[in-house]
């Protein structure tokens, strides 16, 4: 078996990073946590195509690059829906800030133990989303 030296990882890095590069996409929209989101994704049921909106509140985002995901969080009935949408994905067709929540911190895993009114965040003004 043969040791890899730096001068190698260093090689595949750069062709890793070219790879991605040609993945990502460039129009991403500017959304924070706490923001409440349309996500537009492409569904694909046998030969047919069509388009679906998930409305809801941004509760996490992780990674970077190409494996970057936020987490959107919504209240159907009195079950909570949660769905991981990979960023740069090209089923994800657009996504739209439509208010924008005042959140103190990264990940809003808390919202998850509450129900009712409780789940709504305290509106902040902000000039990326479409209600002002």
């Known amino acids: 078996m043969r040791r890899m030296n730096t001068g190698d990882i260093l090689v595949k890095t750069e062709i890793l990073d070219a790879v991605e590069n040609k993945s990502l996409k460039d129009n991403i929209p500017h959304f924070e946590i706490g923001d409440i989101v349309d996500v ?32 959107v969080r919504r ?18 067709l657009d996504i739209t800030a439509i208010r924008s ?15 009712g009114k409780s789940v709504r965040l305290a509106q902040r003004h902000s000039d990326h989303t479409v209600s002002k």
Not at 49 to 59: A, E, H, P, S
Not at 79 to 90: A, D, K, Y
Not at 103 to 112: G, T
């Open 75 to 92: 209240m159907v009935g009195h079950e909570g829906v949660e769905r991981i949408f990979p960023l740069h994905s090209p089923n994800v």
């Open 40 to 71: 537009r994704c492409r569904i694909k049921e046998g030969d047919k195509v069509r388009t679906q909106t998930f409305n809801g509140t941004v509760i996490a985002r992780r990674g970077r690059g190409i494996n970057e995901t936020f987490t």
């Open 101 to 115: 929540g005042k959140a103190r911190r990264a990940k809003l895993y808390y919202l998850r133990k509450r129900t």
